[in-house]
């Protein structure tokens, strides 16, 4: 039997070496990912995408793939919240085994990010991350980290328990809180017979967590305010004092109110917010009273309703603070127990002003 020829052995060798020689595709195998954007600020989530997108492509170990369900700005309108049961429903449609959903809220300039890795047939995500930053720019310079915090944490073994990270920015958990320190500068106009005056007061306010008390909202712009102020009421005129007759009356009133408000603004989104509240008056006064070269004083404590109305512009300060220009109208319906004193001076002290101050987000 004849030997086969040469270029028989030589095929057959390149054939066996070919064989042995693993190919560029199966070398290394990537895990094919889908990036959602669950109902979040377009222009925001577009970044955060684009930087994910970004991390992934840098990644050897994992590949980017694109979705039919994420082409609309990056937003999908399948669900408006980012539950369980809607996420199971999108990844039966998803084009790969694992998925990316992420998440952006915009409250009245501070951003709040969120990133959850998924995988197919698992009832609870392989890992989260969540950032919070004061303002776009912060949110811009640091939500890079924030991918490759999600990154990082599906290199953990699958043996541990799912692992959730933060990273917050200096003073996000103040601000997560809503708290608010805003002094305030004006002029009020009785609405008696009394002259117009300077007010100043101090506000401290809450914003109260709906969207963690309620589950169907995510409305945060309630909220409670405590404000203190002073305010110098006077007045000087003629004036009868029965069984006295005639005499230059001079009334000063030094008022110190404390007012309880609830405020709602605007949707958030608007460049300027107005707002609107309810309030309870405490007014806390000392008239003096000076007539016929005599003077007398009267305290008193009393209670009247307060309406609120006002304008907020949303005002970076850095990175890690932020606050808001506030102009507001003001108006209390109180009237003070005089004694007899009160039968010739003005015992109403009700009131309209108007001030403008800074508040400062803790």
């Not at 840098?58 to 919240?81: K, Q, T, W, Y």
């Not at 043996?159 to 708290?179: K, V």
Request: proline content about 6%; charged content about 15%.
């Amino acid at each position: 039997m004849a030997s086969p020829p040469l270029r028989l052995w030589l095929a057959l060798g390149a054939l066996a070496v070919a064989s042995l020689t693993p190919s560029p595709a199966s070398a290394q195998t990537s895990t094919p990912i889908t990036i959602l954007m669950i109902d979040g600020d377009d222009a925001l989530a577009s970044t955060l995408r684009q930087i994910v997108i970004d991390r992934l492509d840098a990644n050897p170990g994992l590949e980017h793939v694109d979705s039919a369900l994420s082409l609309n700005g990056a937003r999908i309108m399948f669900c408006e919240d980012p539950d369980r049961v809607c996420i199971e429903a999108i990844s039966e449609h998803l084009p790969s085994p694992s998925f990316i959903a992420g998440e952006i809220l915009n409250k009245e300039g501070r951003i709040i990010a969120s990133l959850t890795w998924y995988e197919a047939g698992q009832a609870s995500p392989v890992a989260t991350v969540e950032a919070h930053y004061n303002n776009v720019e912060a949110f811009g310079q640091g939500v890079g980290l924030l991918a490759d915090d999600l990154i990082a944490q599906t290199a953990l073994p699958q043996a541990q328990p799912p692992a959730i990270s933060s990273r917050e920015t200096a003073g996000a958990q103040s601000a997560a809180l809503g708290l608010r320190l805003t002094p305030k500068f004006g002029a009020v106009a009785p609405s008696a017979d009394l002259d117009a005056a300077l007010t100043v007061a101090f506000e401290l306010s809450i914003t109260l967590p709906l969207e963690t008390l309620l589950a169907d909202t995510r409305d945060d712009h309630l909220r409670i305010a405590l404000e203190g102020g002073y305010q110098l009421l006077s007045q000087k005129d003629l004036a009868i004092v029965p069984g006295r007759g005639l005499t230059t009356l001079i009334q000063n009133s030094h008022a110190f109110p404390l007012n309880l408000m609830a405020l709602y603004s605007a949707p958030e989104g608007w460049p300027i917010q107005p707002y609107g509240g309810l309030g309870l008056s405490m007014l806390v006064s000392r008239s003096d009273f000076e007539a016929f070269s005599r003077t007398e004083a009267q305290n008193d404590f009393s209670l009247g309703a307060l309406l609120i109305a006002g304008a907020q512009l949303p005002l970076p300060i850095s990175e890690t603070l932020s606050g808001h220009f506030v102009l507001e109208l003001q108006h209390r319906e109180v009237r003070a127990d005089l004694g007899e004193i009160g039968k010739v001076g003005e015992s109403a002290l009700g009131a309209t002003s108007l001030s403008a101050g800074f508040g400062l987000d803790l």
